[in-house]
C-alpha cells in the first residue's frame, strides 16, 4: 500500500473509445502529478496539479484531458489515442513546496494502458 | 534545455558494491534525487541530495557535487532483492506558484547475480 491508488491497473481500448484513469492520495498532500513511462524512455511529466491548479502541461497532446476535482482526486480522460500511446501510466503526489526540500514524490502502481 | 545521463545496465555480484553515476545539465538546479523500481511496480524514493556531500541510508548513500553537475547512488553489501531499475532525477523550480518538478534520467537497471 503506497498510499497513492491508481484504477484499474491495465486498460485495452480502441482509438475510438473514451475512457479515463482515476488516481486517489490518502496521504493529505496538495500537488498532483501524472507521468507518462515508456519502454527505453525516461518518465514523463505531463501535468502537475498544485492547489486544485494546472500549473505544468508539457506540450501533452489534448487527446489527454486531466481533472483536479480535489487535492485527493486527479483523473485523466482519455479520447481518440493512438497506439503509441501505449504505456505505463503513474499518478504522484508530493507537498508542493515538500517536493523542493525532500525531493519526494509518492507513486501509484500504475495503469498499463494498451491502445490497439 | 535539460538533460541527465546514468547508464543503461549493470551487473554486480551478490555482497559487493556498486555505484550507479548520474551527470546532468539543468536551470533552476534544487537537488538530486533517486528512485528504485521494481519490474511492474511503483517508483519509490531512496534519497535526496541538495547539497554537496553524501547522504547515508543504510546500506545506499548518495552524493551530489553541484559544482560538476554529478551525482552517484552507492549500494553496499548487494542483495539480491536489490535487482531493479534505478533513476536519478534532477529537482527543479519552474512558472508556477512555487512549484517544483522532478525531471528523470532513463534508469540503469542493476542485476544482482549470485
Known amino acids: 500500500e503506497t498510499g497513492v491508488t491508481q484504477t484499474p491497473r491495465h486498460l485495452v481500448m480502441g482509438m475510438t473509445n473514451k475512457k479515463s484513469l482515476k488516481c486517489e492520495q490518502h496521504?493529505?498532500?496538495?500537488?498532483m502529478y501524472w507521468y507518462k513511462q515508456s519502454a527505453k524512455k525516461p518518465l514523463e511529466l505531463m501535468f502537475v496539479?498544485?492547489?486544485?491548479?494546472?500549473?505544468e502541461n508539457n506540450s501533452v497532446p489534448s487527446r489527454f484531458s486531466p481533472e483536479c476535482p480535489n487535492s485527493s482526486h486527479l483523473f485523466l480522460h482519455l479520447h481518440t489515442l493512438q497506439p503509441e500511446d501505449s504505456a505505463l501510466y503513474l499518478c504522484?503526489?508530493?507537498?508542493?513546496?515538500?517536493?523542493?526540500?525532500?525531493?519526494?514524490?509518492?507513486f501509484g502502481e500504475g495503469s498499463r494502458l494498451t491502445v490497439l | 534545455g535539460q538533460s541527465l545521463e546514468q547508464p543503461s545496465e549493470v551487473t554486480a555480484v551478490e555482497g559487493a558494491i556498486v555505484q550507479i553515476n548520474c551527470t546532468y545539465q539543468?536551470?533552476?538546479?534544487?537537488?538530486l534525487s533517486w528512485y528504485q523500481q521494481h519490474d511492474g511496480g511503483a517508483p519509490t524514493f531512496l534519497s535526496y541530495?541538495?547539497?554537496?556531500g553524501l547522504e547515508e541510508t543504510g546500506r545506499f548513500s548518495s552524493f551530489l557535487s553541484r559544482s560538476d553537475s554529478y551525482g552517484y547512488l552507492l549500494l553496499q553489501e548487494l542483495q539480491m532483492k536489490d535487482s531493479a531499475s534505478y533513476f536519478c532525477?534532477?529537482?527543479?523550480?519552474?512558472?508556477?506558484?512555487?512549484?517544483?518538478?522532478?525531471?528523470f534520467g532513463k534508469g540503469t537497471k542493476l542485476s544482482v547475480i549470485p
Open positions: 541530495n541538495a547539497l554537496d
Open positions: 496521504l493529505g498532500h496538495n500537488a
Open positions: 532525477a534532477v529537482n527543479q523550480a519552474y512558472s508556477g506558484a512555487g512549484s517544483y518538478q522532478l525531471t
Open positions: 504522484a503526489s508530493s507537498l508542493s513546496s515538500g517536493t523542493r526540500d525532500t525531493g519526494e514524490l509518492f
Open positions: 539543468t536551470s533552476g538546479f534544487y537537488g
Open positions: 496539479y498544485s492547489l486544485e491548479e494546472r500549473v
